[in-house]
């Protein structure tokens, strides 16, 4: 999911993880997890497509049941965009999963780093952060309670993963190519990184999880030669 737009391929807690693997957060530090739920060809959300795609399988479902319970940080659009959906999540035509997953995250600590926003927020355990996020979640890595993930938040994201604070990140791959419908197309708004492979698993339905350790680069490793 992303900062704009209702997302078809994203739950509102996408947080599943890999016992044992990843890199460990800095010294007495939380973990900082991004996480992105997309289609094949890297959107986030498509015009007339269920959540989830339609193929959210029980095994995939019962894994991020038992994620641990992760402070959720998000920018200024994802929260207006959610909180609105949260409040019609009950009268809309959505699943039951859904509609858990939204009564879910009213439950859990929230983190909205917005500049135009004031308290206090509307959302139940939501709390405003208007100083640099990068700078905010330094300091919530080395003092917060419960790791961290980002609940989609592309611009967030990023300036997360440019300034060197992400320990993983992490891609469902769900098998679906929305071509013409697709929106929030992910990867068009990023950087150079290099992605270090640490984890990978295969759903019942052929959902697919990879994991990596990234690194922003300062330029693309090429050689002198330049296109045309």
Not at 18 to 23: E, F, V, Y
Request: hydrophobic fraction near 40%; glycine fraction near 10%.
């Amino acid at each position: 999911m992303s900062e704009t737009g209702a997302s078809a391929g994203t739950t509102p807690d996408p947080s599943p993880s890999i016992p044992g693997q990843g890199p460990p957060p800095g010294p007495g530090g939380q973990e900082l997890l991004v996480d992105f739920i997309l289609s094949l060809d890297g959107c986030a959300a498509a015009e007339g497509w269920p959540g989830w795609w339609g193929l959210q399988s029980p095994e995939y479902l019962d894994w991020l049941g038992q994620e641990p319970e992760r402070i959720q940080l998000m920018g200024a659009t994802t929260y207006r965009m959610m909180s609105e959906m949260a409040q019609q999540a009950e009268s809309l035509d959505v699943s039951a999963e859904e509609k858990a997953s939204f009564a879910h995250m009213a439950e859990v600590e929230k983190i909205v780093f917005s500049s135009t926003l004031t308290p206090p927020l509307s959302w139940p355990n939501s709390r405003l952060i208007s100083t640099d996020a990068a700078e905010a979640v330094r300091e919530l890595k080395r003092t917060a309670s419960r790791p961290l993930t980002t609940v989609g938040s592309i611009r967030l994201s990023h300036s997360l993963l440019r300034a060197g604070l992400v320990d993983r990140f992490r891609i469902i791959l769900f098998p679906v190519i929305t071509g013409r419908t697709g929106l929030e197309r992910i990867w068009e708004r990023f950087e150079d990184f290099t992605l270090e492979l640490i984890g990978t698993r295969t759903f019942e339905g052929g959902l697919q999880l990879l994991e990596y350790a990234p690194t922003p680069l300062d330029a693309p490793p090429g050689t002198a030669w330049q296109r045309p």
